[in-house]
C-alpha cells in the first residue's frame, strides 16, 4: 500500500515555508488557483496581506499559504487528488 506523509489536520505549512525561505532551499509544490497548479523556485518572500500569510516565488508568483496543497512532498491531511 502507498503512503504518504502529510500535516496533521488543521495544520499550516506556514513553518515550513518559512523555514525553506530561511535556508534558501527550492519548493515544489500544489496550491489551488481555480484548479490543482504546480509551481517551483526559491521563495524569495514571506508576508502578510489582508490578514493571509503569502509566499513570493523568484519568479514574482504570490501564492497564499493557506491554498498550499503540497510542498515538497508533504501534503496536507485533507487533500485527496491523488
Known amino acids: 500500500m502507498d503512503q504518504r506523509e502529510t500535516l496533521p489536520p488543521r495544520a499550516s505549512f506556514y513553518e515550513l515555508v518559512l523555514s525553506l525561505y530561511q535556508q534558501k532551499q527550492k519548493a515544489a509544490l500544489l496550491y489551488e488557483d481555480k484548479g490543482v497548479t504546480?509551481?517551483?523556485?526559491?521563495?524569495?518572500?514571506?508576508?502578510?496581506?489582508?490578514?493571509?500569510?503569502?509566499?513570493?516565488?523568484?519568479?514574482?508568483?504570490?501564492?497564499?499559504?493557506d491554498q498550499i496543497h503540497a510542498i515538497n512532498g508533504l501534503f496536507s491531511s485533507d487533500y485527496s487528488e491523488c
Open 38 to 65: 504546480r509551481a517551483s523556485g526559491l521563495i524569495t518572500s514571506v508576508f502578510t496581506k489582508e490578514g493571509r500569510h503569502y509566499m513570493q516565488l523568484d519568479n514574482q508568483l504570490e501564492i497564499p499559504i
